[in-house]
């Protein structure tokens, strides 16, 4: 499926709609989720054009997965959740609940987030 040019963080991306940035570098940006479900919940994106992780792992340089770790690690740090703990989630397609078609990778901590699933 061809990536939507008109999605919510293409245009967060292009600046047209604004976003409370936490951190960026050349080729990943973090942000807060606008309805957060953990005191700590951050947003990271690749600035390229990958709907899903399956995208993103398949087609991007190794220089922009590592941009997007490295920014990952770096949010931990400045949120100050690194030390206590935090969860990673990128929800994937239909049955993953996928609501965006950009790839995101939810950073969530600030407080015990019980196990995995419900
Ligand atoms: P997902 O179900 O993984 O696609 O989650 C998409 C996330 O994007 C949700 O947690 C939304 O709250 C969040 N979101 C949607 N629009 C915005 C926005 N304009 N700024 C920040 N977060 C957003």
Redesign the pocket.
């Given at each position: 499926m061809a990536y939507d040019n008109g999605n919510?963080?293409a245009?967060?991306l292009s600046g047209e709609?604004?976003?409370?940035i936490v951190a960026e570098n050349e080729h990943a940006l973090a942000?807060?989720?606008?309805?957060?479900?953990a005191p700590v919940?951050v947003?990271v994106i690749p600035k390229g054009k990958y709907e899903s992780a399956t995208d993103f792992g398949a087609e991007a340089t190794e220089t922009e997965q590592a941009a997007l770790c490295r920014l990952i690690s770096h949010v931990a740090e400045v949120t100050d959740i690194h030390k206590d703990g935090y969860r990673l989630?990128?929800?994937t397609n239909r049955n993953?609940?996928?609501?965006?078609?950009h790839y995101?990778v939810?950073i969530l901590g600030g407080g015990d987030l019980g196990r995995i699933l419900p």
């Open positions: 919510i963080f245009k967060i709609i604004p976003c409370d942000f807060r989720d606008i309805n957060p479900q919940h947003l989630i990128a929800n993953g609940h996928q609501e965006v078609p995101h939810h």
